[in-house]
């Protein structure tokens, strides 16, 4: 029996045996490569930015990047939402249209995006679509925990396993 072969009833008999593992309501992710230092200073660049005073808030838009140590998000259209006593302080960033973060290995896709800093939570939104190695998994809903290195993926979870990965 070849090695791939091997692989191949080996998944088949994981896929068996646990019906809803492919297709799932939720999944828990492991996120190795998706870690970040929630401390680092957040560095945006973008085509233009607009500042409102008023309500504490301001949007970047056109080619945005986020980068913050080795974690990058980008997308069409970031706003960052200042703290309300302490103007200085980001509180959270909302990205929208083809967002992308990226942390090592790991990448995920989505429609929108919330990044909140002081706790590391991002919430992704949209057809979510996450890959690690050759390994994807795909949802509407993807929460991850910067600080543990943690996640789960939410509605209608598919996954693609590749045997042999580690």
């Keep these: 029996m070849t090695p791939a072969f ?29 870690r970040a230092d929630t401390s680092l200073p957040v560095q945006v660049t ?5 500042v409102n005073q008023t309500d504490g808030t301001a ?13 990058r998000l980008s997308a069409e259209r970031v706003e960052v939402v200042y703290g309300s006593a302490d103007r200085s302080r980001i509180e959270r960033l909302h990205a929208s ?3 992308t973060l990226v942390s090592g290995k790991d990448a995920a896709e989505a429609a929108d995006a919330v990044y909140t800093i002081e706790s590391g939570a991002v919430e992704m939104t949209g057809g979510v679509l996450l890959t690690q190695g050759a390994s994807t998994i795909a949802g509407q809903k993807l929460v991850i925990d910067l600080v543990s290195g ?14 042999g990965g580690n």
């Excluded at 692989?7 to 999944?27: N, R, V, Y």
């Excluded at 973008?46 to 607009?50: F, G, I, P, V």
């Design 46 to 50: 973008a085509d233009t930015l607009s």
């Design 97 to 99: 249209g083809q967002v």
């Design 6 to 34: 091997r692989a191949l009833a080996a998944l088949m008999a994981l896929a068996l045996a646990a019906p809803g593992f492919a297709h799932a309501q939720q999944a828990e992710v492991a996120f190795g490569g998706i």
């Design 59 to 71: 949007t970047f838009s056109g080619n945005v990047l986020v980068v913050q140590g080795e974690m």
């Design 150 to 163: 943690t996640g789960r993926m939410e509605g209608r979870v598919t996954t693609v396993l590749q045997p």
